[in-house]
């Protein structure tokens, strides 16, 4: 399995302080949920606002839950979102067609209790997985399934599912995502903590990103 560790994305962006904050201390990926049932819900015309003061390097990324292949299709050829995560019961055949409509790379959100969901996963016709703990819950999922099932893995992933400063060294340490998704663990009163992100972005880049500062 090829890695290429070090990957940051920044999911539940919802406010301009939010982007301000990714871009300025070099975030890969950014994440905006259509699901209206989340704390982090934006709408599509706020999606796109905020996408046009991301920083061009940054790629978005539409999480979706169970929507209509067309809606995420629509979404994602406006040019609100560069990537597709899905995060409810879609399947292989919702993936195929999705991929008719658009050229978007697909992640599949995996809510992992056990080995055989990763690798259950691992056979459906996504891009990337990403390995999670439920949708948004803060927690962590048993690492232990993941220690077993990394080594037979096909897909590149993103590690989810309450990372923090408190134990992203231990996940560093351990495994080799293509990319560690943060989200709760960036916040402080369910808002985007521009202090944590900086912080936790530097300790999974091993960098003083604080000098970083994207022109």
């Not at 990957?7 to 302080?17: F, P, Y």
Request: charged share 30%.
């Amino acid at each position: 399995m090829i890695n290429f560790p070090g990957k940051v994305k920044v999911c539940g962006l919802s406010r301009m302080e939010d982007v301000k904050a990714v871009n300025e201390y070099g975030a890969d990926f950014a994440g905006f949920i259509f699901w209206p049932k989340s704390t982090r819900f934006v709408t599509i015309d706020k999606a796109a606002e905020l996408k046009k003061n991301l920083d061009p390097s940054i790629r978005s990324v539409g999480v979706f839950v169970n929507t209509p292949v067309e809606a995420v299709a629509a979404i994602a050829d406006a040019g609100i979102i560069d990537m597709i995560q899905l995060h409810g019961k879609e399947d292989g055949r919702y993936i195929s067609k999705l991929r008719s409509l658009t050229k978007c790379e697909i992640i599949k959100a995996v809510k992992v209790e056990s080995v055989d969901d990763i690798l259950k996963a691992d056979e459906i016709n996504a891009d990337y997985l990403l390995l999670d703990n439920g949708k948004g819950t803060g927690y962590t999922f048993d690492w232990k399934a993941l220690e077993f099932a990394e080594k037979k893995m096909n897909h590149l992933y993103f590690l989810a599912g309450g990372l923090c400063e408190e134990n992203l060294t231990e996940a560093i340490s351990r495994f080799h995502p293509f990319a560690f998704d943060l989200n709760s663990g960036v916040e402080t009163d369910l808002k985007k903590d521009p202090e944590k992100i900086r912080r936790c972005i530097q300790i999974i880049k091993g960098t003083r990103v604080y000098e970083f500062h994207r022109k």
